[in-house]
């Protein structure tokens, strides 16, 4: 098992950055493939990005791919979320998730993902 805190969220003005960290308990982090979804008001959970194992895989939103970026280091027990030239349609509570159970190019759904962290607030303002 494996337990999720996120941190790095905040309020930032459109097109600033935020890096989202997780940091994971346990000492078997790099099973895990890990993932970052997002939430907006009124919406259902997203997909933002996923990163293998290793870490030598990763796979994003078509929307997101030019200006987020995941990294994980498993010495740390860590995975981030680099966000970069932020828009208003970005604010929502963002949040990591791992597996466990599956792997592969195709980890874009909740269901894939057991263990979620409490999510971090990302607020962009126009």
């Known amino acids: 098992q494996v337990q999720l805190v996120e941190s790095g969220g905040g309020l930032v003005q459109a097109g600033g950055s935020l890096r989202l960290s997780c940091a994971a308990s346990g000492r078997t982090f790099g099973l895990y493939v890990m993932g970052w979804f997002r939430q907006a008001p009124g919406k259902e959970r997203e997909f933002v990005a996923t990163?293998?194992?290793?870490?030598?895989?990763?796979d994003y939103a078509d929307s997101l791919k030019d200006r987020f970026t995941i990294s994980r280091d498993n010495g740390k027990n860590r995975v981030y979320l680099q966000m970069n030239s932020l828009k208003p349609e970005d604010t929502a509570v963002y949040f990591c998730?791992?597996?466990?159970?599956?792997?592969?190019?195709?980890?874009?759904?909740?269901?894939?993902?057991?263990?979620w962290g409490q999510g971090t607030q990302v607020t962009v303002s126009s």
């Open positions: 990163i293998s194992r290793s870490g030598g895989g990763t």
């Open positions: 998730a791992a597996s466990g159970r599956y792997s592969g190019s195709t980890m874009y759904t909740v269901a894939q993902y057991e263990y």
